[in-house]
């Protein structure tokens, strides 16, 4: 997979875009060009599964569809006004990444069909139910939360004398609330003792490393967030200062050098997510669609990093490993 490059995005979002629409207003003379808003925190590198995804079933970029990309680039707060805009432009249907993405664009819009991907649709309120959503959203949801408990099994696997372990959560992202009530109830079942530590913004997240060695934590589990995922590289180069076991729920903090994580594949999610919208385009309404579910969690390990913290892999774990980065 390759990285959404700059020179794309600002194609879309800068000075580009005058480009792009006059292309578009051409080509729509001979067929429509539905124009997909993109609503992220990031250029995130599982988004280009959604690229493959349309061009597997026909579409060509460009030609039947463009790109509107919006990012809040960290700042949870900026969601809602990129998503009207997105609303204003108008866009033919939204892709939300993230809780705090797809909550903004429900709220933005009752009639623009919407695409998400969310930890906890229901818990957050986006659809009514996985099987019949209703309204205008539809997708995928990702059921990180109840995953928690099986990360913190994992940390307490790695080190069996682990008694104290520390959440890293944004309290900015209604779905952190949800996975720290899950990791509480995995903390309580395997003796340990657990301190939650939030941070929604790059000075908040300093405040955490520094509270690390103050509560004494010997692991660190990394909800999901993407905010928190724009910070995978500051968070890796942390545990690694401080010589903390940490696992998280995206693959790409293990490539940045975090230690293990426990994650579907949001390559294969967003992929996915173009089936829905090719529906949607051939006629279906988003609320009739089923909300799905990912069918697969991997392990993935950085022994890289574990010999950084000078840690040795239990045979039984590297045995359960899908992917080893070495």
């Not at 079933?57 to 700042?75: D, I, M, T």
Request: hydrophobic share 45%.
């Amino acid at each position: 997979m390759s990285d959404i490059t700059r020179r794309n995005v600002m194609a879309l979002v800068g000075g580009g875009a005058v480009a792009m629409w006059s292309r578009a207003a051409t080509a729509e003379a001979a067929g429509r060009i539905w124009k997909i808003g993109v609503l992220a925190n990031e250029a995130w590198p599982p988004l280009e599964g959604l690229r493959h995804g349309l061009r597997d079933l026909g579409y060509l970029e460009g030609k039947s569809h463009l790109f509107v990309y919006r990012f809040a680039q960290g700042r949870a707060e900026r969601f809602p006004a990129l998503a009207t805009e997105l609303v204003g432009l108008p866009v033919d249907l939204i892709v939300s990444w993230g809780t705090p993405a797809s909550l903004a664009a429900y709220q933005a819009t009752k009639t623009i069909p919407i695409v998400m991907s969310a930890g906890d649709p229901i818990g957050a309120g986006i659809v009514s139910s996985l099987a019949h959503p209703g309204g205008n959203v539809t997708g995928m949801s990702v059921q990180m939360a109840e995953q928690e408990g099986k990360r913190l099994e994992l940390l307490k696997k790695l080190n069996p004398s682990l008694s104290r372990v520390a959440v890293i959560s944004n309290p900015s992202n209604p779905y952190c609330a949800i996975a720290v009530r899950e990791a509480q109830l995995g903390a309580t079942a395997l003796g340990l003792q657990m301190d939650v530590l939030e941070a929604s913004d790059a000075r908040s997240l300093e405040d955490v490393f520094q509270m690390l060695s103050r509560v004494g934590a010997e692991a660190v589990l990394v909800v999901a967030d993407p905010f928190l995922a724009g910070e995978r590289v500051r968070l890796a180069d942390q545990m690694t200062k401080n010589r903390l076991p940490s696992i998280y729920s995206y693959h790409e903090h293990v490539v940045a050098g975090g230690l293990m994580t426990y994650t579907t594949n949001y390559y294969d999610v967003f992929r996915r997510e173009g089936q829905f919208i090719d529906k949607i385009f051939k006629g279906a309404k988003p609320g009739d669609l089923p909300v799905q579910q990912p069918t697969k969690f991997e392990l993935v390990l950085n022994l890289k990093t574990a010999k950084a913290l000078d840690l040795a892999i239990p045979p039984s774990m590297l045995a359960l490993a899908d992917e080893v980065i070495e």
